[in-house]
């Protein structure tokens, strides 16, 4: 499966952003879909997964409260909305696709999207 994520961009503290990324090739459907992030100088970490059929979600504790990840099979598409968003979330966001059940660990994801960056001003 090729995996696109767009809709970064520059914001200041207390904004919104919504991030999309798009699927083709093999039946969406059929994957667990996960949010990551890289910011300068840091390992990459987990923010938001959810399972194939959009109804088993789970968040990073820095972000439950503010981001929203969400899916349309329909459309091939997961969505992570973003929102107070703060100066540390300054970060290249990846989206990334895995079979069977959602995890929170980079290295199980077999599929990754080329990234989206995102800046907060303070």
């Known amino acids: 499966v090729q995996l696109q994520a767009s809709g970064g961009g520059l914001v200041q503290a207390g904004g919104s952003l919504r991030l999309s990324c798009a699927a083709s090739g093999r039946a969406f459907s059929n994957y667990a879909m996960g949010w990551f992030r890289q910011a300068p100088g840091k390992e990459r970490e987990f923010v938001s997964a959810?399972?194939?059929?959009?109804?088993?979600?789970n968040s990073a504790e820095s972000v439950k409260g503010r981001f929203t990840i969400s899916r349309d099979n329909a459309k091939n598409t997961v969505y992570l909305q973003m929102n107070s968003l703060k100066p540390e979330d300054t970060a290249v966001y990846y989206c990334?696709?895995?079979?069977?059940?959602?995890?929170?660990?980079?290295?199980?994801?077999?599929?990754w999207g080329q990234g989206t960056l995102v800046t907060v001003s303070s």
């Open positions: 990334a696709a895995k079979v069977v059940s959602l995890s929170t660990r980079a290295h199980e994801y077999e599929y």
């Open positions: 959810i399972s194939w059929s959009g109804s088993i979600t």
